[in-house]
C-alpha cells in the first residue's frame, strides 16, 4: 500500500510519525508522492486546541468523498485524540468513539500500538489482503485477525516499546529523539496526561544509541522531544524504573558522573549527549521544557556545553498569578521573570521564546494586562498565541467556565501579537550586522535562495548561485546580517 502521514502538533507528534512511518515499511508499505495517490491515510493528531481537531474533521469530510469511489482507501488516526486502539470491526464497547461516530474512520490506535500496525491493518482492511487466496485459508486468516483485533484494543503492557522502533527519519542532518512520553503536571486546559498517560522516561541507554547512531550518519542537529523534557527522570514511574538513573549505564561513568545522573537527570542526559561533539554533532536542542523544573544547573549546561543552542522556549502561558494557578502551573510570573532574568545574566544573546493563552476560563481584562506587562518587561523574542477552547476530558472543561467572549478573546490575542510583532522585529534588528551560523534547510530554485536556522533558531534566508544552492543544504555556513524583518533575517553567505 501506499501511504501518506498528516502530522499536526507538536515535535513529538512529528517524531512518532516518523516511527509510524518506519513501522509502515517493516510491513512492505510506501510513502505515496502525492496525498492523492494514498490507500492509507494516517493523522496523528493534537488536540491541544480545538483547530488542530477541527482540521482532522474537515480533512475527513474530503477523505469520506474519497472513499465512496475508492472503496479500498483506508483511514486511520493516532495521537491525542485517540483512547482506545480498536477497528469497525472491534467490539463496540472497546470501540473508540472515533472508529464509532466517524463514518470514513477505519481504524485508530494509540501511538504506543504502533508496533502492532501489522495487525491493525489486516483487521482494519474491508478486504483482507487475502483475496487472491484460497477460501479456506481466508476464513482462518480473518478469524486470526479478529483474534488479534481483541487483544489490541486491551490497554497496552508497556507504553515504551513503540520507541523500539527505529524511525524513518525525514531529514539526514536534523533529528527528533524521544526521550521521555507522557506528563505528570495536569495543566488544566491539557489533555496530554489523558491521552498519552502518566510521564516515564525512556532509558538513557536507547537514547544514547539512538543519538550515536544517527552522528555516525551525518546528524548535526538533534532535538531531544517531551512533554516536560527538563523533569526527565523526576516522575514516580521514572523512580520505580530507574531508567533515567541509568540502570546498566551508569555503573561505566565516575563516581561524580553518576552523582550527577542521580542529582540532574536531564542535565547528565545533555552531558552525556553533548559528548557526541567529536563525532561531529554540531547543535543540541530540547522541547519542551517546563519553567517549574528549570534548575540552576540546567541554565549553567547552556553556557558550558558545546553543542547546547542558546534558544530557550519556555511556555509561560499566562501572566497573572490567579489565571496560572487556575491553569495549575506551578509558578508565579515573579517566578518566571527571576528564572529569565538568570538566563540572561549568564547568556546575554540568549533568545528566549515563549507559548501564551489568551482568554482562559476566569481571565479579567486585568488579568490579561498583567499578561501584556509580562511580555513588555520580559521581551520574548518570539511567542505562539493561542485563544483559549475548552478540550472534552480536561479539567478547565468540566468545571471552569469558558467566560471569556470570542470577540474579547479575538482582541487580547491581537493586543499581545502588536507587541510581539514588536519585539520581534527589535531582537532581529539587533542582529544586523552580526554573522550566524546557520544550518541550510533547503534550496528554493525559483528564487535561488537559501534558507536555514541560526543557533539561535531564528530563520535566516540569503541568495545562493544556482550552481551550488542545493548543495549547500544539511551545511552549516556563516551568513552575515544584512537585514531584519519581523519573523526571518536576510543576509550573505560569508
Ligand atoms: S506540561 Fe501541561 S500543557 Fe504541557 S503537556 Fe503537560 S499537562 Fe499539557
Known amino acids: 500500500m501506499k501511504y501518506y502521514i498528516q502530522t499536526l502538533g507538536c515535535a513529538m507528534n512529528y517524531s512518532d510519525s516518523e516511527r509510524v512511518a518506519a513501522a509502515l515499511g517493516k510491513l512492505g508499505h510506501s510513502p505515496a508522492k502525492k496525498e492523492s495517490e494514498a490507500d492509507l491515510y494516517i493523522f496523528n493528531t493534537c488536540s491541544i486546541r480545538q483547530k488542530g481537531e477541527d482540521r482532522v474533521y474537515g480533512k475527513l469530510m474530503t477523505l469520506g468523498e474519497r472513499k465512496q469511489r475508492e472503496k479500498d482507501l483506508l483511514i486511520g488516526i493516532t495521537g491525542c485524540m485517540v483512547r482506545k486502539t480498536s477497528t469497525k470491526k472491534s467490539p463496540r464497547e472497546k470501540m473508540d468513539k472515533l472508529v464509532r461516530d466517524l463514518k470514513p474512520v477505519d481504524f485508530v490506535f494509540r501511538i504506543e500500538d504502533a508496533g502492532e500496525l501489522g495487525k491493525i491493518l489486516k483487521m482494519a482492511a474491508k478486504k483482507p489482503s487475502v483475496r487472491a487466496i ?42 527528533f529523539v524521544p526521550i521521555q512520553i507522557g506528563c505528570d503536571k495536569f495543566c488544566t486546559y491539557c489533555i496530554v496526561p489523558y491521552a498519552r498517560g502518566r510521564e516515564q522516561a525512556r532509558p538513557i541507554k536507547e537514547i544514547l544509541a539512538e543519538c550515536r547512531t544517527l552522528v555516525e550518519k551525518g546528524c548535526k542537529e538533534i532535538t531531544l522531544v517531551g512533554q516536560t523534557v527538563n523533569s526527565y527522570g523526576r516522575s514516580d514511574l521514572d523512580k520505580k524504573s530507574g531508567h533515567a538513573y541509568g540502570r546498566g549505564f551508569v555503573e561505566t561513568l565516575t563516581k561524580s558522573a553518576q552523582l550527577q545522573f542521580a542529582k540532574e537527570p536531564f542535565v547528565a542526559l545533555l552531558t552525556e549527549v553533548d559528548k557526541l561533539h567529536a563525532q561531529g554533532l554540531n547543535r543540541l536542542r530540547f522541547t519542551s521544557p517546563h519553567p517549574y523544573d528549570y534548575s540552576d544547573a540546567l541554565i549553567k549546561a547552556h553556557a558550558k556545553l ?19 494557578k487556575r491553569m495549575n502551573r506551578r509558578y508565579s510570573a515573579a ?30 481584562k486585568k488579568d490579561f494586562e498583567k499578561t501584556l506587562k509580562l511580555y513588555k518587561d520580559i521581551k520574548w523574542d518570539m511567542a505562539y498565541l493561542a485563544r483559549y477552547s475548552p478540550r472534552p476530558g480536561t479539567v478547565s472543561q468540566k468545571f471552569f467556565k469558558d467566560d471569556v467572549p470570542r470577540a474579547e478573546k479575538a482582541r487580547r490575542w491581537h493586543a499581545l501579537n502588536t507587541v510581539l510583532t514588536k519585539s520581534s522585529r527589535d531582537y532581529n534588528k539587533k542582529l544586523i550586522g552580526k554573522t550566524l551560523e546557520v544550518l541550510v534547510e533547503k534550496y528554493d530554485a525559483r528564487t535561488n535562495e537559501c534558507e536555514g536556522k541560526s543557533r539561535e533558531n531564528k530563520l535566516v534566508q540569503f541568495p545562493a548561485p544556482a550552481s551550488k544552492g542545493l548543495s549547500l543544504v544539511g551545511t552549516i555556513q556563516k551568513v552575515k546580517i544584512t537585514k531584519a524583518l519581523e519573523w526571518n533575517l536576510k543576509g550573505e553567505i560569508r
Open 134 to 175: 484460497n477460501k479456506a485459508a481466508k476464513a482462518k486468516r480473518i478469524r486470526g485477525a479478529a483474534k488479534a483485533a481483541r487483544e489490541i484494543v486491551t490497554d497496552s503492557v508497556d507504553r515504551l516499546d513503540y520507541l523500539d522502533i527505529a524511525p524513518k527519519y525525514s531529514s539526514g542532518f536534523q533529528a
Open 306 to 324: 558545546k553543542t547546547l543552542t542558546p534558544h530557550f522556549h519556555i511556555p509561560v502561558q499566562a501572566g497573572s498569578d490567579e489565571t496560572l
Open 335 to 364: 517566578d518566571y521573570k527571576k528564572l529569565i532574568k538568570k538566563i540572561r545574566a549568564l547568556i546575554p544573546d540568549a533568545s528566549v521564546t515563549t507559548d501564551i493563552i489568551v482568554g482562559f476560563c476566569g481571565e479579567t
